[in-house]
């Protein structure tokens, strides 16, 4: 797979972006541009870590990654999980839209690292009208923030 890039650096993991000034805490995820062997396009975003309760361990240990333990009523009963923060598959990651299966990326870019969800999708919304995404047969999105759809703009 090809490395993600960055300011002309690549990035094949978290430490990169740590040594690149970036704070954990300041890194919600980031918008991407994938180019593919076909020369196709793709404008897209990524989170860097996503949450999971899973139940918690006999000997109440911590996993790594704890955040917080939870209680939710199921069949009348209390239920205890624990919320872990995992990191996503981002450094393998594509695309989510159809249009991306099966397609080699030849030069992933990391566009701009965003520090919430917020940030996150005004940025990829930017960046794919700066790359005016809709109109360029080029690229393979197929609609901006699911407002604004390819063949539907008038």
């Not at 993600?4 to 995820?29: P, Q, T, V």
């Not at 030849?106 to 919304?125: F, H, M, P, V």
């Amino acid at each position: 797979m090809v490395s993600w890039k960055y300011d002309g650096r690549e990035i094949d993991c978290l430490g990169d972006l740590f040594d690149l000034g970036f704070e954990s805490d300041k890194m919600f995820g980031f918008v991407y541009l994938v180019e593919f062997d076909c020369g196709k396009c793709y404008v897209g975003k990524k989170i860097f870590f996503h949450t999971i309760e899973l139940p918690i361990l006999k000997d109440r240990k911590h996993r790594y990654g704890h955040l917080k333990f939870v209680t939710h009523i199921r069949d009348g009963h209390k239920v205890k999980f624990e919320v872990v923060e995992k990191e996503t598959n981002w450094l393998d990651y594509v695309g989510s839209c159809k249009e991306v299966e099966g397609l080699t990326p030849s030069r992933r870019l990391i566009l701009e690292i965003c520090q919430s969800k917020r940030e996150l999708t005004y940025k990829e919304i930017l960046w794919q009208f700066k790359y005016s995404v809709l109109e360029n047969e080029n690229f393979l999105n197929s609609n901006i923030g699911g407002k604004f759809f390819r063949g539907n703009l008038a």
